[in-house]
């Protein structure tokens, strides 16, 4: 069991420089999840709206919006992973990475 907590504690020690690469890859992960979503719920509030102000909101949504929110969500997320121990910052990365993808494949399907 000594074996198994010093693997993970030295695991979660060698990705901790990693952890703002890590954070904007889960951010975005979530953000290509829900993106679809997002956009089908803008293109319904925006039916009958004019075509150029229609695709200017669409550029403004998917080119800043999306881009303002990783990088204003992803140093967030990093500073909570930097403040866990390094036993729990592998467990916590690894199962967050896990549900991201569970949850994506179900979401596939169903789509």
């Known amino acids: 069991m000594e074996f198994i907590t010093s693997l ?4 979660g020690n060698w990705i901790r420089p990693w952890t703002d690469d890590i954070s904007t890859a889960a951010i975005t992960c979530l953000l290509v999840m829900f993106a679809a979503d997002i956009n089908r719920f803008m293109r319904k509030q925006l039916i009958g709206t004019n075509f150029i102000v229609r695709t ?4 403004l949504i998917n080119a800043f919006g999306y881009g303002l929110f990783i990088v204003t969500t992803a140093p967030i997320l990093a500073t909570q992973l930097s403040q866990l121990a390094n036993h729990w910052l592998i ?21």
């Open 8 to 11: 993970i504690t030295d695991i």
């Open 91 to 111: 467990i916590v990365v690894t199962t967050l990475f896990v549900v991201i993808g569970i949850w994506a494949q179900r979401h596939r399907q169903q789509v």
């Open 56 to 59: 200017m909101i669409f550029i």
